[in-house]
């Protein structure tokens, strides 16, 4: 059930008035569902039913340790794209063979840290870093779990920025290299292949793209094992969209469902790094109307106390966001732009909404913003970085406080 919903008069997270969270912690704030975060996973898993598989949530969505830990107690793993997110899930209770290690730029110490803990897998992205790895390893006295992130030419249909499927994208190894490029790195004693991975792009509405990748890798995992390289799981990335708006995106355990249509006859496990499609619809922001002012055509500019330095996604990819006001008004709609107060004019939540009757301290929340929101916050301006709360059980914490102007100083002359 999706976690925010009306009742009576107030928006609510699964029953508490965000009303009364904003109240209380003040905004911007992030607000959680951490029944949204198990359910998500549950589903997963369901879909994947019986079929070996793995879930690895990509860490990158939302790394705050609440979230980190709901997530993991629910029977989800993870995937860190930095040596400072495989520090994040250790403190929240994963074990090293918990975390997959993922990255298109490893830094030698990052490189260093994830042999020496002995993570479950590191994705690595070129030949070189496969034998950084090799001799991290050999430094180390001990043989790394290794798998090849391939990119496989194939478009993910969504929006460029975070389409990384084809040759002309940074990440991986084109995949007509990969089997040559095992072959060598098989022959280091200090490396064992354990896996594939591929991962071609974020917020995918259709699972073709998925299939079309999954079947790639499979590919290329038979031609691997005739030459006697035997892999034990396909990393099939994450990408599964959400419905932001109206958009029509597979459930979750249909999607599981269709990954294993494609995997089963290879017998390898699955795993999958899914971040937005766990953490998006568990989250939103809550902020304040700071200002209402006509825009001289009949319509106005409601101004926000969140910008892009609390959630870039609108000002990064054109992203929308669903913004509702968290308690019932009197009065018309008013047809308006709802934009943030940074500096800049790309600094816009929404175009052409409509807000009843909205006025100085109406509190709205920007939905489907538990992924990538606050792990994308800034200082820019010199904004806090926003205060999180986790609501579970029909009670709220907060599991992240605001920001103050002496932290952000802390690390300055
Ligand atoms: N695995 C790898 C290797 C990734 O690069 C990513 C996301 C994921 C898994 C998780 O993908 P997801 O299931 O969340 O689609 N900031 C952008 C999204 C960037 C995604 C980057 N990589 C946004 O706000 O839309």
């Known amino acids: 059930m999706y976690a925010f919903r009306p009742s009576g008069d107030e928006l609510t997270c699964d029953d508490v008035a965000l009303a009364a969270i904003a109240a ?67 403190r929240a209770g994963c074990v090293p063979a918990d975390i997959v290690f993922t990255g298109v730029g ?4 990052e490189i260093d840290r994830a042999v020496a803990l002995g993570v479950k897998t590191i994705n690595a992205e070129s ?14 006295g001990t043989v790394a779990p290794v798998a090849l992130r391939v990119n496989p ?18 990440f991986g190894v084109p995949i007509t290299k990969a089997r040559a490029i095992v072959r060598e790195a098989a022959a280091h004693a200090e490396l064992r292949f354990v896996g594939l991975h591929v991962h071609i792009g974020s917020q995918m509405v ?26 034990e799981h396909l990393d099939l990335g994450g990408g599964l969209g959400i419905a932001y708006d109206d958009e029509s995106v597979p459930p979750l355990d249909a999607y599981a469902a269709a990954l294993v249509d494609i995997v089963r006859p290879s017998g390898l496990t699955v795993v999958v790094e899914p971040g937005r499609a766990v953490a998006g619809p568990a989250g939103a922001l809550l902020a304040s109307v700071v200002d209402v002012k006509p825009r001289g055509d009949g319509t106005w500019f409601v101004v926000l106390d969140a910008g892009m330095s609390e959630l870039l996604r609108p000002a990064l990819y054109g992203a929308y966001h669903r913004i509702e006001a968290v308690t019932a008004r009197d009065g018309a709609p008013v047809p308006c732009d709802i934009v943030g107060p940074i500096c800049e004019s790309s600094d816009v939540f929404g175009v052409g909404r409509s807000l009843p009757a909205p006025t100085v301290g109406l509190v709205v929340a920007v939905l489907d913003a538990g992924a990538y929101g606050s792990a994308m916050s800034s200082n820019y301006n010199r904004h806090a970085l926003p205060a999180e709360v986790m609501v579970d059980g029909g009670a709220w914490r907060v ?15």
């Open 24 to 90: 209380s912690v003040g905004t911007p704030t992030y607000v959680y569902s951490a029944a949204t975060l198990r359910e998500r996973i549950a589903a997963l898993h369901a879909g994947f039913g019986d079929y070996p598989h793995a879930l690895h949530y990509a860490l990158k969505a939302n790394s705050n340790l609440a979230v980190v830990r709901v997530v993991r107690a629910a029977g989800g793993f993870v995937d860190a794209n930095s040596g400072a997110e495989i520090e994040v899930a250790l």
């Open 106 to 109: 490893k830094t030698p110490a």
């Open 127 to 140: 030949a070189g870093e496969l034998e950084r790895i090799a001799a991290a390893a050999r430094r180390h």
């Open 153 to 170: 030419d194939i478009a993910s249909g969504s929006h460029p920025h975070i389409s990384t499927g084809l040759v002309t994208h940074k």
């Open 206 to 231: 259709g699972l073709d793209p998925l299939r079309r990748a999954a079947t790639a890798v499979i590919g290329l995992a038979q031609e691997l094992h005739d030459d006697g390289i035997s892999v």
């Open 399 to 413: 599991v992240r406080r605001r920001q103050t102007v002496e932290e952000q100083l802390m690390c300055e002359e």
